[in-house]
């Protein structure tokens, strides 16, 4: 029984530790600079790929960004999919735009699953914006990807 006990444990130990982090950011004056490089490497349908975080806050803007706004870029020859909510506080209502078209590509409450967005020939930059009106007051989401 003893064996076992430590088999289990070493297991839970080696899991742990290969495991990506997936924390969601706290809206601070810095958030942005924590987001910018890969969290880590995750698989997206056994696609190898770097993982990212972006997140939005209902809080009062900071000097260095408007936490109301955040971009997901997607470099040229490159996809990002697998989307996830990584962590949501109060009732952030948000969407996705499509900085070039103004066109909205995801809101919230929408599936996430099949939603998949291509870098093209030159890359694309798609916008995450909060309602602030229909958010709750603190209210945030940390949206996770994979770029591959």
């Known amino acids: 029984m003893k064996n076992l006990f430590y088999f289990v444990l070493a297991v839970l130990f080696i899991q742990l530790a290969n495991s990506t982090s997936t924390q969601a950011q706290a809206c601070r004056p810095d958030t942005r600079m924590v987001e910018t490089p890969p969290v880590g490497k995750k698989k997206c349908n056994t696609i190898p ?8 806050c209902n809080v009062a803007p900071f000097r260095t960004y408007d936490p109301l ?23 952030p209502v948000w969407k996705i735009v499509d900085s070039a078209t103004g066109t909205t590509i995801y ?28 958010s709750t007051a603190g209210a945030s989401v940390t949206l996770g990807y994979i770029i591959f």
């Open 107 to 134: 809101t919230s409450g929408a599936p996430l699953g099949g939603l998949s967005f291509s870098g093209g020939r030159s890359g694309k930059l798609f916008k995450m914006e909060m309602d602030a009106g229909a």
């Open 49 to 56: 790929g770097d993982y990212f975080n972006r997140s939005i």
């Open 69 to 91: 706004k955040n971009e997901i870029f997607v470099p040229a020859g490159k996809t990002i999919s697998c989307f996830s909510i990584v962590s949501s506080v109060g009732t």
